[in-house]
Nanobody
């Protein structure tokens, strides 16, 4: 069992930056996928950025060049640095960690970008 706790969300103006963090309750392994999804009101949850078990980073097209996912295994934490934020980035952001075929989810953190 892994608990994930996100932090770092908030209200920011368009063009601003936020850095989300997701801390796991126990050791995380670089061989397991870990990353971020988001869900806007009335929309389905969508992948934002993922560090795969093979070590590559996948991003949805709309955030490429603006968002960067990284992880610190020593701190059991994954990060999402978000720059040049746009109003359409407004959503609840969820951390996900995959282990033994199961996806663990955090409770989410709200990101609101004002125009």
């Amino acid at each position: 069992q892994v608990q994930l706790v996100e932090s770092g969300g908030g209200l920011v103006q368009a063009g601003g930056s936020l850095n989300l963090s997701c801390a796991a309750s126990r050791r995380i392994f670089s061989t397991n996928a870990m990353g971020w999804y988001r869900q806007a009101p009335g929309k389905e949850r969508e992948l934002v950025a993922l560090m795969t078990s093979g070590g590559s980073r996948n991003y949805r097209d709309s955030v490429k060049g603006r968002f960067t996912v990284s992880r610190d295994n020593a701190k059991n934490t994954v990060y999402l640095q978000m720059n040049s934020l746009k109003p359409e980035d407004t959503a609840v952001y969820y951390c996900v960690y995959s282990s033994s075929g199961y996806n663990y989810w955090g409770q989410g953190t709200q990101v609101t970008v004002s125009s």
